[in-house]
Each structure stands twice: as structure tokens, then as C-alpha cells.
């Protein structure tokens, strides 16, 4: 038995010199390839109708030494065993991760066992409640290319054996699209069945609807969409037993008129995914936290209010807070906390998003320069741009902030945390470890 296992561990350590080998030279690729797709394909991470999508910050490619390493650290637990679904305790608070077309060639890196639900973002429809497959110019809609791809149905068949439930989104992100489905009872139903046979199809468990209607929307719309959302539940719980489906609101939606009526939704659907983030966007007129904890007297408001809101009108149960993997920086007046942006332009610069990996790992920012903001408690930092002549600021989250975000998510006893989004982590391990740590 021993000579056995000594044999496994010498198979064990030589596997792995090959993976470093080989990590070595794909890991330029990764970055790279993170490279172009900042460039041409992320998108906002609250694509509100009538709003164009934030640019982009092109991600720095990092020092080979600095991914290789914890992506060797993954994989070698992988080999020894912590993929072994028998042996992956369950979650306590359910953990919910979009899982964009984009980040879709992130998925080596997923922790399935650390995902109790993840809702492919997303596929767009039409005023008849039919899925938008083909574009104006006669190519495949990307988001429904990645929906039915082979990537995807890795993802599936990986989720299957950690029974991580699998989610389609229906996005509805232009007013006109949605009012004209929410006042035509057949394109509803349309919308309805198409999206079982979907589901069915694809061997999946449920939908997230994300209805992101901008402005007050009168009091007929909010009844038909709180009908749209019961019929579905009607439906898909008839179809397919144990199937899920959750509902994407605003932070602001319990303290706000919006499309969503909390109170009567807390009735009918399983869940609602708070997006809480987006605060301060690429707009805003000062720098500030994407996602703050609290602050609310400072930045007027902030997650610990949207919660206490949202209690009063739903149960803990229902709730799962929605946290952002990213952050914003924007170009700024001066080198000060909350500093005033300046408008995006070709001589300043314009505000971006970067993902987590590109906020914690760029290798041109100084750690030593990062700051806390005490208010929102979430981290920040400045630094110069030498190209446009001006300051830059961005704030973010990493693991001090999330780690409060989950403790207040256990004291406030909700449903669970959700992830804004899967991949933006790239392959760095620490926010998993965290995932674990909490929940």
C-alpha cells in the first residue's frame, strides 16, 4: 500500500512539472486573449436600455510568473483531489454566478463545487416574446451562439455532477421591446413556452428574468410583469419539477417605483437577484465605490439601506445580494478621494471598467498607493496617467471588501451572494478560497 502511494505521488509531481511546463506558455495566451476581448467584447455590467456600454479598459498582460502560479496552485489541488464532488461539503447560503457568453472561455477555473446556481447571461428578445437568434446583418446573435455552444454544454455536464442548478437569463433591456410584451398576453405566452422548450432542450433547471426597465413604468405595466413572472413559476414548476426561477431587481427597486413590485413578486418568485453594484457607473460626476457597504449619509445610498429596504417588503429567504468582480476608474481633477471626473475625451482619457484581475494585478499601479475608504469599505487608489496628463482614480473590490459584503450577507441571514461575474477573476484562486471560507 505504501509503495502505491509513493507511486502516486511520484505520478502526481511529474503531472504537475508538465502543467507548469505548459502553463507557462498558454498563460501568454490567456492574457493576450483577455487582452482582445476587453477590446472588442466585454460589455456594462448593467446594460440599462438607452445607455451606451462602458468603455472598456484594455487589460495589461501580467508577468508570466505572476499567473502561473496560482493557476499551478488549482490545478495541482485539482489532481490531488479537491474535484472530488463525494468528498465537497454543502454550500450553507446559496452562491449564484452569471456566467457571461464572454468569460465562457474562463470556465477551466470554475469551482463547481462552490456554485450552488449559475444563470448563462443572457439571450435578448423581441416585443413577441421570441428569442433573438440572428442579428440585422444575418450573423448568429453571439449570446444565443454561446447558449447552444459546446463550451456551454461543458459547463452543463460539469454542473450536472456538483448538482449545480443551471439558469437561461431573458433580457428585456429596451422600454419599448417590454411594454409591447407585457400588454400582449400572446407574446407572453409565446415568451413562456419558447423559453420551456428551451430549457428542456438544453437539459437545464430554470430562468432568470431580467427585466431592466428604466424609469417609473405605470401601474398596469408593473401588474403584467408580476403576471409574466407567476406564469412562468406556474409553468415551469408544473414542467419540471425542482425547477428555479429568479427575478433580477435594483438596488433600489424595494425603495423606488420600479417594474418590479417586491412585495407581491416575494410571493411568487424563488428568488430575486439584487444587483448590487453599480453605484457610481462611468457617468458619475465623482469617482466612488461600485458596490458600498455602507456610506449611505456620504454616497446616499448603500447596500446595508438596500437590504433593510428590501426586508421590509420580502423574506430574508428570497434575497440573494449580488456583488460586482470589477470596478471603474475614471479620469479626475485632482489626486483626492471621491476627486471630481473629468468627461470622458481623446485628450483626458474615459472612464473604464476593469475586472477584478486587471484592479488587483495590474502591474503598473503601486500597491503601496491603495487606499480604504472607511465609509464604504471598499479599496481605491490614484495614479497618474503620463499619456493624457492627468490623475486617474479607481475603485474596486478584493477580498477584505467582499469578505465583509459575505458577513453581512450571514448576519442579515439572506438567501445567499450572487457574482457579477463568473470569470472576471481570470484564474487567480483567492476569490474561491473566500467563497469557501464564508459560505
Request: charged share 25%; aromatic share 14%; net charge neutral.
Amino acid at each position: 500500500m505504501r509503495n502505491k502511494k509513493f507511486s502516486f505521488y511520484i505520478f502526481t509531481f511529474v503531472t504537475a512539472v508538465l502543467i507548469l511546463s505548459s502553463l507557462s506558455k498558454a498563460y501568454n495566451f490567456e492574457f493576450g486573449a483577455l487582452k482582445m476581448q476587453a477590446v472588442n467584447t466585454f460589455k456594462s455590467p448593467v446594460a440599462s436600455a438607452g445607455k451606451e456600454l462602458a468603455n472598456v479598459t484594455s487589460l495589461n498582460i501580467l508577468k508570466e510568473s505572476s499567473g502561473v502560479i496560482p493557476a499551478f496552485k488549482n490545478l495541482i489541488g485539482k489532481i490531488l483531489g479537491s474535484e472530488n464532488k463525494a468528498s465537497a461539503r454543502p454550500l450553507r447560503k446559496e452562491v449564484f454566478g452569471f456566467l457571461p457568453f464572454w468569460t465562457l472561455d474562463k470556465k477551466i477555473h470554475f469551482r463547481y463545487e462552490l456554485l450552488s446556481t449559475i444563470a448563462y447571461f443572457g439571450v435578448d428578445i423581441n416585443s413577441e416574446g421570441e428569442f433573438i437568434k440572428e442579428r440585422d446583418n444575418g450573423k448568429t446573435d453571439g449570446a444565443w451562439a454561446g447558449w447552444i455552444s459546446d463550451d456551454f454544454t461543458q459547463v452543463i455536464n460539469q454542473a450536472k455532477k456538483y448538482k449545480t442548478k443551471i439558469l437561461l437569463t431573458i433580457k428585456g433591456f429596451d422600454n419599448e421591446t417590454i411594454e409591447k410584451l407585457l400588454n400582449c398576453s400572446k407574446c407572453r405566452s409565446n415568451l413562456v413556452n419558447g423559453a420551456l422548450k428551451e430549457i428542456k432542450n438544453r437539459k437545464a433547471d430554470g430562468v432568470n428574468l431580467d427585466f431592466e426597465y428604466v424609469g417609473t413604468p405605470d401601474d398596469d405595466l408593473v401588474f403584467r410583469f408580476t403576471q409574466l413572472v407567476k406564469d412562468f413559476v406556474d409553468v415551469f414548476h408544473d414542467e419540471i419539477p425542482g425547477s428555479y426561477v429568479s427575478v433580477s431587481t435594483y438596488a433600489k427597486s424595494a425603495a423606488d417605483k420600479k417594474l418590479h413590485d417586491i412585495k407581491r413578486l416575494s410571493a411568487i418568485t424563488d428568488s430575486f437577484f439584487i444587483m448590487g453594484y453599480d453605484f457610481f457607473r462611468p457617468v458619475s460626476t465623482y469617482a466612488g465605490p461600485v458596490a458600498p457597504l455602507g456610506g449611505a449619509e456620504k454616497y446616499g445610498y448603500d447596500l446595508k439601506t438596500t437590504v433593510a429596504d428590501y426586508l421590509k417588503l420580502a423574506p430574508a429567504n428570497k434575497l440573494i445580494l449580488g456583488l460586482p468582480y470589477y470596478g471603474y476608474d475614471w479620469p479626475v481633477e485632482k489626486n483626492e478621494p471621491n476627486a471630481k471626473t473629468l468627461e470622458g475625451s481623446d485628450e483626458t482619457g474615459y472612464a473604464n471598467m476593469s475586472s477584478y484581475v486587471n484592479s488587483q494585478y495590474d502591474p503598473l499601479n503601486d500597491n503601496k498607493a491603495r487606499s480604504w475608504d472607511s465609509d464604504a469599505q471598499v479599496p481605491f487608489y490614484s495614479w497618474f496617467d503620463k499619456d493624457h496628463k492627468v490623475w486617474r482614480q479607481a475603485y474596486y473590490e478584493d477580498v477584505r471588501s467582499l469578505g465583509l459584503k459575505y458577513d453581512f450577507i450571514k448576519e442579515k441571514n439572506l438567501r445567499g451572494v450572487g457574482i457579477w461575474v463568473l470569470g472576471y477573476d481570470g484564474s487567480y484562486p483567492e476569490l474561491w478560497d473566500l467563497l469557501e471560507e464564508k459560505f
